[in-house]
């Protein structure tokens, strides 16, 4: 049961452009939304993340996007640099009622940016 | 920068011993927690612990598996009689809070059970 869903395994961008990393969920019940950023070898490194309350946040490069009726999040780094290559998960919980400590991951996205 | 730190990086061990993994979370952090990656699949949740006791786990946190915060610093992760399935990537986090609060995690133990 794929609760959070990344669809696109591989991303490759230019070097200063925008890079856009999509992810759905299909519970309703999660209300936070978090992005992590792995390098192999690395725990995942948290990023920046999202309540449902929200439908934005933003902190440097780095923009969150919540679209809560299509269920979407999506990450925009801009501009992107060599150094964002990585691996990125969404991940989302819920914050109340129940598996408040359960975060579910997608499967990633390995993001590729070229100088 | 506060981080969670994790020993032994690689650990192996022969099928049916014990094996204990060792955590130190963020030291104003309130929860902690266990997941593991199993190469090639996602990250999933194990267990979750607060106040001195576990608050949640997943279905593969059975008997097998135990958790302990022996000190005020350390939370260990005890598998009881490894099995070959357990191979994975264990990863330690913790966190400030249990709402809107990102965990943070360690950079993980590999677990080889051979």
């Known amino acids: 049961d794929q609760q959070v869903k990344q669809n696109s395994p591989s991303l490759s961008v230019q070097e200063g452009r925008i890079s856009i990393l999509n992810c759905d969920y299909t519970?309703?019940?999660?209300?936070?939304f978090l992005w992590y950023k792995k390098y192999p070898a690395e725990g995942p490194t948290f990023l920046i993340s999202?309540?449902?309350?929200?439908d934005k946040n933003e902190d440097g490069r780095f923009t969150v996007f919540l679209n809560k009726s299509a269920k979407h999040l999506s990450l925009h780094i801009v501009p992107s640099q060599p150094g964002d290559s990585a691996v990125y998960f969404c991940a989302a919980k819920r914050n109340y009622g129940g598996s408040q400590g359960n975060l579910i991951f997608g499967k990633g996205t390995k993001l590729s940016v070229k100088p | 920068e506060p981080e969670v730190t994790q020993t032994p990086s690689h650990q192996v061990t022969q099928m049916g011993q014990e094996v204990i993994l060792r955590c130190v979370p963020i030291?104003?952090?309130?929860?902690f927690y266990w997941y593991r990656q199993i190469l090639g699949q996602k990250v999933e949740f194990l267990v979750s612990f607060y106040n001195n006791e576990i608050s949640e786990k997943s279905e593969i946190f059975d008997d097998q598996f135990s958790v302990e915060r022996p000190d005020g610093s350390n939370f260990t992760l005890k598998i009881r009689s490894t099995k070959l399935e357990d191979s994975a990537m264990y990863f330690c986090?913790?966190?400030?809070?249990?709402?809107?609060?990102?965990?943070?995690f360690g950079n993980g133990t590999r677990l080889t059970v051979t």
């Open positions: 519970n309703s019940m999660f209300d936070y």
């Open positions: 030291s104003n952090h309130l929860y």
């Open positions: 986090a913790s966190s400030r809070t249990v709402t809107n609060s990102p965990l943070h």
């Open positions: 999202i309540s449902s309350i929200k």
